[in-house]
């Protein structure tokens, strides 16, 4: 009677870590976000999203929680740091709302330009430079997943360590990013030396064997 209840359990919590397993892999081929190859080498530059990397810093593309440095010459109250809310929106003296989002510093300062002139100054000089770059974000299969402050030129891998490093499950072969291009949600299929873009969301995922 022992070795049939035994058995009966052993089969039970087979059936249980094999209905679980299937579970995580329909989430992981359910997920709708498109799937795009990773470009980055081939381009050169990443400046399809906002925040992508790029030769030039001017050309970088603001996004949420970014942080800015704003300067109007010649008016103190008007220069300090600003940062850009969840939805891209940078809140500013005298002026108010500045959808910022997707914007570069260039434009960004000229938008505040022409707010700023004529109502409230004649003429405005402004400049915006970016001080601190939206986070990264870390998931899945990791030590310690959450938001980490973005350095430029970090690798996935690097990403991971900066995580605290993989788990004994994690499936280190091949990985996701998930990424905003163009306004849309993508699935980046990445390596280990894929570059990570400010706000991107690495994807550490289970292996099943």
């Known amino acids: ?80 740091e600003f940062q850009l809310d969840g939805n891209g929106i940078l809140a500013f003296p005298l002026i108010g709302n500045v959808d910022a989002n997707g914007m570069t510093p260039r434009e960004l300062q000229q938008a505040i330009a022409n707010k700023l002139d004529p109502a409230y100054m004649h003429n405005p000089s402004v400049s915006v430079e970016v001080s601190t770059r939206r986070p990264f974000y870390v998931v899945g299969e990791v030590q310690k997943p959450g938001s980490y402050p973005f350095v430029t030129d970090l690798t996935l891998l690097e990403a991971v360590a900066t995580a605290g490093g993989a788990t004994y499950r994690a499936n280190m072969a091949n990985f996701y990013i998930k990424r905003r291009v163009n306004g849309q949600i993508v699935r980046v299929a990445a390596s280990q030396e894929s570059d990570i873009q400010p706000g991107d969301t690495v994807i550490v995922r289970e292996r099943y064997f």
């Open 1 to 80: 009677m022992s070795s049939i209840s035994l058995s009966t359990n052993s089969l039970l919590r087979y059936c249980a870590v094999a209905a679980t397993t299937l579970a995580l892999g329909a989430c992981g081929t359910n997920d709708p976000t498109p799937i795009v190859p990773d470009n980055s080498a081939a381009a050169g530059s990443l400046s399809l999203a906002p925040g992508g990397k790029s030769a030039n810093p001017a050309d970088y593309r603001l996004g949420p929680n970014d942080r800015t440095r704003i300067i109007v010459f010649g008016q103190p109250n008007l220069t300090g």
